[in-house]
């Protein structure tokens, strides 16, 4: 589809209030589509959205994000394989809070396959650290998620202790049923300390 395609489509969506489910996963989007999509989560009634495996970047999920804080309908998002980093979770993190403190909350949020937990910005050696630890403090906000997919996301040792911390400071999403952090990059440490995680999730299944 490429942006072009997939403005077009987004343009049919937002006049046809029927349409609750968007999936626009592997289509050569980059974050040219931004304005569209801050367009269709503001302005739509749509409950579902999958833009996996596009390059959006932090740019586009900035976009995402600013859309997210006055969406009243969105329940899943997926974003997974976007190529943004703790940039693009920090805008993220933000727009969740934001999202939260209205009433509105996540049931299903796929951010796998990106570059949260890595620190790819050296301008700034701890940057890193507060998009992924500002991730986590507002996702524990969130009492009706449900999924969480947050593999493949270089988390590491670090990533476990600020999810713990999270959880410890303003308690795990009660509704959480299901929680992926594989192929994060774990040691037995971060293994304690995600194992630490899941005994305060009661209504966790996988």
Do not use: Y
């Not at 006055?70 to 933000?94: E, H, P, W, Y």
């Not at 396959?113 to 050696?125: D, E, F, H």
């Not at 999270?166 to 300390?193: F, H, I, K, Q, Y």
Request: charged share 20%; hydrophobic share 40%.
């Amino acid at each position: 589809l490429g942006d072009e395609g997939a403005a077009k489509i987004i343009t049919s969506v937002l006049a046809n209030p029927r349409v609750t489910s968007l999936d626009l996963a592997s289509n050569r989007i980059t974050s040219e589509l931004g304005e569209a999509v801050k367009e269709l989560l503001t302005e739509s009634e749509v409950t579902e959205l999958d833009l996996s495996e596009n390059a959006l970047g932090n740019k586009g999920v900035a976009f995402i994000s600013e859309g997210i804080a006055t969406s009243q309908t969105l329940r899943a998002l997926r974003i997974n394989k976007c190529d943004f980093d703790s940039v693009g979770a920090q805008s993220l993190a933000n727009a969740l809070g934001e999202a939260s403190g209205c009433g509105w909350q996540l049931e299903t949020l796929g951010l796998s396959s990106n570059k949260i937990g890595t620190a790819t910005l050296k301008r700034t050696a701890d940057m890193h650290k507060t998009g992924a630890q500002s991730l986590m403090h507002h996702l524990a906000t969130h009492d009706k998620l449900q999924t969480l997919d947050l593999s493949w996301n270089s988390f590491g040792d670090e990533g476990a202790r600020l999810f713990l911390e999270a959880v410890n400071e303003r308690g795990p999403p009660g509704s959480l049923t299901s929680l992926d952090l594989s192929a994060n990059s774990l040691s037995e440490e971060g293994a304690a300390m995600l194992a630490e995680v899941l005994t305060k999730c009661p209504k966790l299944q996988s």
